[in-house]
């Protein structure tokens, strides 16, 4: 995974002094990312080689933008962001980016509305959850690959980069409301695959 940090990122000294915890180096807020930003960009770009150039084109961005940075902010979103950014400007990101129609976004807006909802709401041992947790790997796969991108990717960072709603809002630039409906609806969507497929599975057996 080292050889996708792009040319100087390794000698680079820039620095931000956290509010708490004394200075932190681009490599001491970057480097621990890595893995997590390579899982998103291999999900959003179905590819190998292009999750390779996103995340080398991702840290060369961060890294030339990192003065703007603000200490103390939330230094994950900000780079989330330049990913999804990243992606959504690419040619691979344009070509397979799939719009929200109005309808569901007035949905959402209704159903949730502006509240303010507390990171305490997040339910991570919901039934469907917990099928997801116990779904076989390659059904799983699949059923994820099923998913329209913008339910994919509130997926991703909620239950497999356990991000926070606020987090998610900000890397998306959503309400935290719409956050939530589309978590709730991309979860719904993968039941449904996975319990297909396990009655599938069952009358085969039978």
């Known amino acids: 995974m080292m050889a996708l940090l792009p040319w100087g990122v390794s000698k680079t000294k820039r620095t931000v002094h956290e509010s708490v915890g004394g200075p932190s180096t681009f490599e001491d807020l970057a480097l621990p990312l890595l893995p997590a930003l390579y899982n998103v960009a291999s999900w959003l ?11 080398q084109e991702t840290f060369l961005k961060a890294l030339r933008g990192f003065d703007s940075f603000e200490p103390g902010s939330n230094f994950k979103a900000w780079i989330f962001r330049i990913l999804r950014n990243t992606y959504l400007t690419s ?36 039934p469907e959850i917990n099928l ?10 699949d ?11 509130v997926i991703l960072m909620c239950d497999v980069e356990e991000m926070k709603y606020k987090e998610i809002a900000s890397v998306l ?3 935290i ?12 969507a993968l039941r449904k ?3 297909a497929v396990t009655a599938l599975n069952r009358e085969s057996r039978a």
């Open 173 to 175: 630039d959503l309400p």
């Open 193 to 195: 695959s996975l319990e």
């Open 45 to 55: 770009s179905r590819n190998a080689t292009d999750a390779e150039d996103l995340v």
């Open 132 to 141: 997801i947790l116990s779904a076989d790997r390659a059904a799983l796969h």
């Open 91 to 126: 040619r691979t990101g344009l070509r397979a980016q799939r719009t929200v129609s109005l309808d569901e976004q007035l949905e959402e807006q209704r159903d949730f509305g502006p509240a303010i909802y507390p990171e305490a709401a997040i339910d991570r041992s919901t």
């Open 143 to 153: 059923a994820m690959e099923k998913l329209p991108a913008p339910l994919l990717e």
């Open 177 to 188: 409301g719409t956050v939530m409906s589309r978590i709730a609806r991309a979860r719904a």
